[in-house]
């Protein structure tokens, strides 16, 4: 895409962005990567591969060895007081909620940041409390953090994050970890966020959720990254043996029954199929 209207949609972007970790050999290479408002992005990879390094560039918090990072066509420079305005419109929800959450009780907790920001009390009230409604944790507000399941834990997590209003919102493997109905509930807080005007980029290794929840995939693969429609790249067998992931089931199921399409989810396999009968039967 080119063009003035495009590019403002572009919230981040990377260029020729290398980085690792001190002491280590180079993690990711020539990085190019662009988020675009309101496009939910999976980012995929083996373990070990480099997503949580890629996040953490994305974030602001590890600064690439070289290349840029880009914030609305604008390079994000490193110092503090720019990493504190990009800290305002993207946030990093860490992998485990125990890195993330310090205070003793959820409403402080989810307070922290934007009493940070120097906001008035009643702003910071509201700010919590819909932060609290949105990932489904209101019910939470006065309970003790270390007393939560894991799952509420990485719902206020996440709170905490959405309490700073950003524009872009990064997880780190949001749902591992949780059992199938702390998934749901993560699942369908991610729904209302963007429903509220929150872009949501996510890392996961879950191929089938990244399939059916995603517009757009990042792949990291041999230290460099490959982006594109989700279909398309979980659907490329060889990127995906590559890239040691596994091809997710409906497309999977799709190329073993011949279906034509790349089908995303258990509706749209049922829909080919019956498709696909109605079609012989004369
Ligand atoms: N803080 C760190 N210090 C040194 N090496 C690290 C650190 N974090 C990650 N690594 C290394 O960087 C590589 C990529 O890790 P990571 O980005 O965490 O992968 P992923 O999130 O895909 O599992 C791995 O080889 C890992 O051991
Ligand atoms: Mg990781």
């Known amino acids: 895409?080119?063009?003035?209207?495009?590019?403002?949609?572009?919230?981040?972007?990377?260029e020729a962005l290398c980085a690792t970790h001190p002491g280590r050999p180079m993690v990711l290479r020539d990085v190019a990567i662009t988020l675009r408002r309101g496009v939910r992005v999976a980012l995929l990879g083996a373990n070990g591969s480099g997503k949580t390094t890629l996040l953490s560039c994305l974030s602001g918090s590890l600064r690439p060895v070289s290349g840029t990072l880009s914030r609305h066509g604008i390079v994000v420079r490193h110092d503090r007081r720019a990493l504190r305005e990009h800290r305002r419109e993207v946030q990093l929800v860490l992998q485990d909620p125990d890195d993330q959450l310090f205070s003793a009780d959820v409403v402080q907790d989810v307070s922290f940041g934007p009493m940070n920001l120097g906001l008035p009390v009643d702003q910071v009230r509201s700010r919590v409390e819909r932060a609290l409604i949105l990932v489904g944790a209101d019910h939470l507000a006065d309970r003790a953090t270390h007393q939560l399941s894991y799952g509420e834990r990485k719902r206020v997590a996440v709170a905490g994050a959405v309490a700073m209003a950003p524009d872009l919102l990064l997880l780190d493997e949001p749902t591992a970890?949780?059992?199938?109905?702390?998934?749901?509930?993560?699942?369908?807080?991610?729904?209302?966020l963007r429903e509220s005007?929150?872009?949501?980029?996510?890392?996961?290794?879950?191929?089938d959720r990244a399939l059916s929840w995603a517009d757009e995939a990042i792949v990291v693969v041999d230290h460099r990254v490959v982006q594109g429609p989700v279909d398309e790249l979980l659907g490329d067998?060889?990127?995906?043996?590559?890239?040691?992931?596994?091809?997710?089931?409906?497309?999977?199921?799709?190329?073993?029954?011949?279906?034509?399409?790349?089908?995303?989810?258990?509706?749209?396999?049922?829909r080919l199929v019956s498709e696909q009968h109605n079609a012989r039967v004369p």
């Open 177 to 192: 970890g949780l059992d199938p109905a702390g998934v749901v509930q993560m699942m369908d807080a991610l729904d209302r």
């Open 197 to 207: 005007g929150t872009t949501v980029a996510m890392a996961t290794h879950d191929v």
């Open 1 to 14: 895409m080119t063009g003035p209207d495009a590019d403002a949609d572009v919230l981040l972007s990377t």
């Open 237 to 270: 067998a060889d990127l995906i043996e590559r890239a040691h992931l596994e091809l997710p089931w409906p497309l999977a199921l799709a190329q073993r029954l011949g279906l034509p399409g790349r089908p995303r989810n258990l509706d749209e396999v049922v």
